[in-house]
C-alpha cells in the first residue's frame, strides 16, 4: 500500500503582496494537482497569508531564518550566517521527508542549499537582483540541483539557466468598469505596491512635480515598507506636502482592489528592471491601463499606446511625458485602451492560466511503499 504524497512548500514572507499571492495560486494548484497528497507550508512568520493557504495546506510551519536580507546580513552579519545553517539543517530534514519541495523566491537560501540531493526540488525565480547578488544566487541554483522556473523571460534572460517561464496569473480584482473623468474630477492615478527604493515611488513625485499639467491629477500611493525602511515614509510625506497635486498615501491593504478601482491609470515607476509587473496585470484584470517603466517583465506584459504607455526607467522627464500622453486621451481613445488592457488580461494572464501551468510544471517523483 503506497503513502500519499507529501509536498512541501517554503515562502519568504508572510503578507498579501504579489509574491504572497502568486505563492497561494501555486499552492492551490498543486491542491488541486494532487487532491490526495499532504501538502504542508513554511513561512517566516504568522500573518494574513497563513489564512489565504488554509483551504489548500495540511499544515504550516514557521522558520524566521534562512531568509537573506540584506538590512538584516548588514546589522547583524553573524547572527544572520549563523541563521542561515541553523534553517538549512531543518530544511535539509524537512526535504528529506517529502516528495516535492517548492521554494518560492531566491532569498530564501537555506531552503535552496537543502535541496541538493533531493529529488523533486524546484525553484521558483522571481527577482533579478543586482550582479554581486546574481552571482550568489546563480551559484545556489547550480548546487541545489533544483529545477527552475521562471516568472518572465527578462528573470531568465539575466539568469542564464535552464528553466522554465510560467508568467503570473491574477483573479480579476473586482468588476467595476472604468470611467473617464470629466470637467468634473482630476485623472487619477494609483501607484499600488510595497514601497522601497527601487520601486520608485520618491522618483515618481520628484518626476510628476514636472508636469505642466499637474493640477489635472490626483496621486494615490496604496502600501507598506519592510520594517526598517520607515525613512522612506517620512521622506515620501515631506515630498507629498509640496506637490501641485493632491497626494493620498495610504498602508498596506489586504484587499487593493477599491484602490485598482478608482484609478484612471495605474503607475509602475521601478527604477530597476521589474522581474514581472504584478500590479499591471491587476490594473489589466479590469481595465485599467498602465504607464510603466520600460524594464524586466513589464515589458512582456505592456504594449505602448495599446494597452498602457511606457517609458525609460528613472528618467524623469520621460515618466512626465508618459503622463502627459495618457492625460491627453479623449473618451473613446480611453475605453479603447481600457478594453485592450482587459483583452489582454484574459489571453495571458488568468489565475486559471497560471495554475494550470503551475500544475503541469511542477511534478514529484515517485512516492514509496509503506513498508
Same mark, same amino acid.
Given at each position: 500500500?503506497?503513502?500519499?504524497?507529501?509536498?512541501?512548500?517554503?515562502?519568504?514572507?508572510?503578507?498579501?503582496?504579489?509574491?504572497?499571492?502568486?505563492?497561494?495560486?501555486?499552492?492551490?494548484?498543486?491542491?488541486?494537482?494532487?487532491?490526495?497528497?499532504?501538502?504542508?507550508?513554511?513561512?517566516?512568520?504568522?500573518?494574513?497569508?497563513?489564512?489565504?493557504?488554509?483551504?489548500?495546506?495540511?499544515?504550516?510551519?514557521?522558520?524566521?531564518?534562512?531568509?537573506?536580507?540584506?538590512?538584516?546580513?548588514?546589522?547583524?552579519?553573524?547572527?544572520?550566517?549563523?541563521?542561515?545553517?541553523?534553517?538549512?539543517?531543518?530544511?535539509?530534514?524537512?526535504?528529506?521527508?517529502?516528495?516535492?519541495?517548492?521554494?518560492?523566491?531566491?532569498?530564501?537560501?537555506?531552503?535552496?542549499?537543502?535541496?541538493?540531493?533531493?529529488?523533486?526540488?524546484?525553484?521558483?525565480?522571481?527577482?533579478?537582483?543586482?550582479?554581486?547578488?546574481?552571482?550568489?544566487?546563480?551559484?545556489?541554483?547550480?548546487?541545489?540541483?533544483?529545477?527552475?522556473?521562471?516568472?518572465?523571460?527578462?528573470?531568465?534572460?539575466?539568469?542564464?539557466?535552464?528553466?522554465?517561464?510560467?508568467?503570473?496569473?491574477?483573479?480579476?480584482?473586482?468588476?467595476?468598469?472604468?470611467?473617464?473623468?470629466?470637467?468634473?474630477?482630476?485623472?487619477?492615478?494609483?501607484?499600488?505596491?510595497?514601497?522601497?527604493?527601487?520601486?520608485?515611488?520618491?522618483?515618481?513625485?520628484?518626476?510628476?512635480?514636472?508636469?505642466?499639467?499637474?493640477?489635472?491629477?490626483?496621486?494615490?500611493?496604496?502600501?507598506?515598507?519592510?520594517?526598517?525602511?520607515?525613512?522612506?515614509?517620512?521622506?515620501?510625506?515631506?515630498?507629498?506636502?509640496?506637490?501641485?497635486?493632491?497626494?493620498?498615501?495610504? +498602508? $498596506?491593504?489586504?484587499? @487593493? %482592489?477599491?484602490?485598482?478601482?478608482? &484609478?484612471?491609470? =495605474?503607475?509602475?515607476?521601478?527604477? #530597476?528592471?521589474?522581474?514581472?509587473?504584478?500590479?499591471?496585470?491587476?490594473?489589466?484584470?479590469?481595465?485599467?491601463?498602465?504607464?510603466?517603466?520600460?524594464?524586466?517583465?513589464?515589458?512582456?506584459?505592456?504594449?505602448?499606446?495599446?494597452? +498602457? $504607455?511606457?517609458?525609460? @526607467? %528613472?528618467?524623469?522627464?520621460?515618466? &512626465?511625458?508618459? =503622463?502627459?500622453?495618457?492625460?491627453? #486621451?479623449?473618451?473613446?481613445?480611453?475605453?479603447?485602451?481600457?478594453?485592450?488592457?482587459?483583452?489582454?488580461?484574459?489571453?495571458?494572464?488568468?489565475?486559471?492560466?497560471?495554475?494550470?501551468?503551475?500544475?503541469?510544471?511542477?511534478?514529484?517523483?515517485?512516492?514509496?511503499?509503506?513498508?
Amino acid at each position: 500500500m503506497s503513502r500519499a504524497l507529501r509536498i512541501l512548500a517554503i515562502h519568504q514572507g508572510s503578507e498579501l503582496y504579489g509574491s504572497d499571492r502568486s505563492f497561494a495560486a501555486a499552492v492551490q494548484a498543486l491542491r488541486e494537482r494532487h487532491p490526495q497528497a499532504r501538502i504542508e507550508v513554511v513561512l517566516p512568520e504568522p500573518g494574513p497569508l497563513q489564512s489565504l493557504l488554509e483551504p489548500w495546506a495540511d499544515a504550516c510551519r514557521f522558520e524566521p531564518r534562512g531568509i537573506l536580507r540584506k538590512i538584516e546580513l548588514k546589522r547583524r552579519p553573524l547572527k544572520s550566517l549563523s541563521g542561515i545553517v541553523a534553517a538549512w539543517r531543518r530544511y535539509r530534514a524537512l526535504a528529506a521527508e517529502h516528495d516535492l519541495c517548492y521554494v518560492n523566491t531566491t532569498v530564501c537560501v537555506s531552503a535552496i542549499l537543502a535541496l541538493r540531493g533531493c529529488a523533486g526540488g524546484y525553484v521558483h525565480v522571481r527577482e533579478i537582483p543586482g550582479t554581486a547578488a546574481l552571482v550568489l544566487f546563480r551559484t545556489l541554483l547550480r548546487l541545489s540541483r533544483a529545477q527552475v522556473i521562471y516568472n518572465s523571460y527578462a528573470t531568465a534572460l539575466a539568469f542564464g539557466l535552464p528553466g522554465r517561464v510560467i508568467h503570473n496569473g491574477v483573479a480579476p480584482i473586482s468588476d467595476a468598469p472604468p470611467t473617464v473623468p470629466g470637467a468634473h474630477r482630476r485623472w487619477r492615478i494609483a501607484i499600488i505596491g510595497r514601497i522601497n527604493t527601487w520601486k520608485g515611488q520618491q522618483f515618481a513625485l520628484e518626476a510628476l512635480a514636472r508636469l505642466a499639467s499637474a493640477p489635472q491629477i490626483e496621486l494615490r500611493i496604496v502600501g507598506d515598507v519592510f520594517p526598517g525602511y520607515e525613512p522612506l515614509l517620512t521622506a515620501l510625506d515631506q515630498t507629498a506636502a509640496d506637490c501641485r497635486f493632491p497626494v493620498e498615501r495610504i +498602508g $498596506f491593504v489586504r484587499q @487593493p %482592489g477599491p484602490h485598482f478601482e478608482w &484609478a484612471d491609470f =495605474v503607475l509602475i515607476p521601478s527604477l #530597476l528592471p521589474e522581474p514581472f509587473g504584478r500590479v499591471a496585470i491587476e490594473a489589466f484584470s479590469i481595465g485599467r491601463p498602465v504607464i510603466a517603466s520600460a524594464g524586466g517583465g513589464l515589458q512582456e506584459i505592456v504594449a505602448d499606446g495599446v494597452n +498602457g $504607455f511606457l517609458f525609460a @526607467p %528613472g528618467n524623469a522627464q520621460a515618466l &512626465a511625458t508618459a =503622463v502627459e500622453r495618457a492625460l491627453a #486621451l479623449d473618451a473613446q481613445a480611453y475605453q479603447d485602451m481600457a478594453l485592450a488592457a482587459r483583452r489582454g488580461y484574459q489571453q495571458r494572464f488568468t489565475v486559471e492560466g497560471y495554475r494550470q501551468a503551475i500544475g503541469d510544471a511542477v511534478l514529484p517523483c515517485a512516492p514509496t511503499a509503506a513498508s
